[in-house]
């Protein structure tokens, strides 16, 4: 295979500021699979600075699609409009759609990765651009695939329910985590406004509904037996936040709840380390990726019993039923009044992550779609 004719080609345009967490996962998707991709094999459809340095140093070539200040009608005019072009001009044999959708006509056929069906199953936790934009194409999308790819088997459960799609067509690999990244010990971040030492409960991810962060707030109110920790909460402010934020902003005393808004990728693992627990109490999710980069940084997980955040943790968190704030406040002073729990739920999600990398992940996919390239050429 020639650079300039590649096979495969992984649409990689969602990946653009502010990094989400689908967003996160499909950068280290396709830097894993440029990792194990031969030499002009696939493209990279990316406006992405670190990808694009990636396929360059793998002589992947790099298709343009529209720069990250664009907006959501010109990216979705692209990718049904312009993308489709691109494929029949660059004669890719199979694409891969690395987040949720791909072109109605797509001259290819294609893996979708079908991070989750929230927007679907449950609209009202969904920004209303983004429940319209997932009605109009995800299910045609799904039913049109080759392959759809999910992280949880809960997921290719929906895909089944929903659409009657058979399990031939569906499969599951769970996404990786950088075990090598968050374990590296870190010292206190410097990010935290209180001394050095002192306990703190960990949540990281948007503030939108669907996280549960009111519920997490609730749980933290009812533990005025325990020994001082505050909250603190990782992530930007995103879609229905608006009451969560007030509430934030208005808790007394307001040094108990330490709001950071969005935190660099370089101080995660730090936030991780030093954290009493990570506290992840969605009410729903496609997997629920911080959980394994909590247990990777030796960090004990709490967790909602959602499905797929259950499959994500694998055993090696304390769960509590989602929307229960009572339960989650147990299972809190729990963990706090027990560091040989702490202990043993850090050796579990220590021994859990092993089994998930983003290589493994890589080495399920690329025979997938080398079988789908030499069925499509």
Known sequence: MSCESPAIAFDASVVRPPLTGVQNAVREQVAALLALWRPGEAAVITSDDCLARLAAERQAPVFACPPPRAGAAVRVAWQQLCLPRLLRQRRISVLHAGAYTAPWRCPAPYLLNVHDVIAIDHPRLC????????????????????????????????????????????????????RERFSAPCPWPACLPFPEGEPYWLFVGNLEPKKGIDILLDAFARQPGMPAARLVIAGRAAWKCGAVVDRIRSWAPPARVVWLGPVAAAVLPALYQHAVAFVFPSLCEGFGLPVLEAMAAGTAVIHSDHPAVAEAAGGAGVSAPAGDAEALAAAMRLVMASPACREELRGRGQTHVRQHSWRRWAETVLPLLRQMAVRGG
Do not use: C, F, K, Y
Not at 149 to 171: K, N, Y
């Open 127 to 178: 920004s209303w651009r983004n429940a319209a934009h997932m009605r109009l194409l995800l299910p045609h999308s799904i039913e049109n695939a080759a392959v759809n790819l999910v992280s949880t088997r809960h997921a290719a459960d929906r895909l089944q329910a929903r659409w009657g799609i058979p399990s031939a067509r569906i499969v599951v690999a769970p996404l990786g985590v950088d």
